[in-house]
């Protein structure tokens, strides 16, 4: 039995900023509820970034406008904060305006388990600290999550934590540490204690990639509104996965992705120390190892 889910990523419900085209962004989700009516899937999950903040009042405003948007939706929705539904927003006023918890949680369907990972995605300004936190209650739960499984696991998250490079990204190229947790290496190091496949999906970069990371699949998918990759034009990527025994995953729109895979459970190889650390070839390079 298989599991059928839509996608939406970075609405960005606002004024136009910087490549987001916020201005379209309702719209857009007018033609998301049409897609995700169509497929009929099992299920809707929003992946976050509904909207670009701008301050409390506004940001109430804009994340109800799309609050009101996903009525359309017929099927079940489960939504993420991204980091900007946080920057003046707290929990608390996310979930009241969406109508329901926004905890990490999980729920079995098809034969695979759910994890909705809903780290905390705000973006902290101080001078002690700039940039995401991995709280430790957020990755003991993951890493919880991961020992019990007891089937394959499909992992959501607004924010990814392969560790891909961000080499041509508009947004972070150049600010490479905004794109993912610090220490992510210890969410991977999380998930890769599970026995069963894994696979990841999250939002936050705008752009659509595949790595395959110690046996475990990271995908991205493409903001609803941006448009560094399509001449200026919102994306309107529209995500639909499909899980089963093979993995197939299509974004629609103006930046499309088809990808299919055959998950596993099968990690690979620890990596070689740097060179000058390890003992072995360092004797070699002494002469003391022929």
């Not at 939406?8 to 007018?30: E, F, Y």
């Not at 903040?53 to 017929?74: K, M, N, P, Q, Y």
């Amino acid at each position: 039995m298989s599991v059928r889910i839509a996608l939406v990523a970075d609405i960005h419900h606002g004024a136009p900023s910087a490549t987001k085209r916020g201005d379209a962004a309702l719209d857009l989700m007018d033609g998301f509820a049409r897609f995700s009516n169509d497929a009929a899937p099992d299920f809707v999950i929003d992946l976050g970034d509904r909207i670009s903040d701008i301050g409390r009042d506004t940001d109430l405003r804009l994340e109800r406008e799309v609050a009101e948007s996903f009525r359309a939706v017929e099927a079940p929705v489960y939504h993420i904060n991204g980091n900007h539904d946080r920057d003046h927003l707290e929990v608390a006023d996310n979930e009241e305006i969406l109508g329901q918890p926004l905890g990490n949680m999980t729920f079995d369907a098809g034969g695979w388990r759910i994890v909705l990972w809903r780290a905390d995605s705000k973006i902290h300004r101080t001078p002690a600290h700039s940039g995401f936190i991995l709280r430790e209650a957020d990755l003991l739960w993951l890493s919880r999550v991961a020992q019990n499984a007891d089937r394959p696991l499909m992992v959501f998250s607004h924010v990814p934590v392969s560790g891909h490079a961000q080499t041509g990204n508009y947004y972070f190229e150049r600010n490479p540490s905004a794109s993912t947790y610090p220490m992510a290496e210890r969410a991977r190091a999380a998930l890769a204690q599970c026995r069963h496949p894994v696979v990841c999906l999250s939002g936050h970069v705008h752009w659509n990639t595949v790595t395959v990371v110690d046996g475990i699949t990271h995908l991205t998918q493409q903001s609803l509104t941006e448009s560094f990759t399509t001449k200026g034009e919102p994306a309107g990527a529209f995500g639909l996965i499909e899980l089963g025994d093979t993995v197939s995953w299509q974004v629609l729109g103006l930046d499309p992705m088809a990808y299919a895979f055959k998950p596993h459970a099968d990690r690979w190889t620890p990596p070689l120390p740097g060179f000058d650390e390890h003992p072995e070839f360092a004797a070699r390079r002494r002469g003391d190892l022929k």
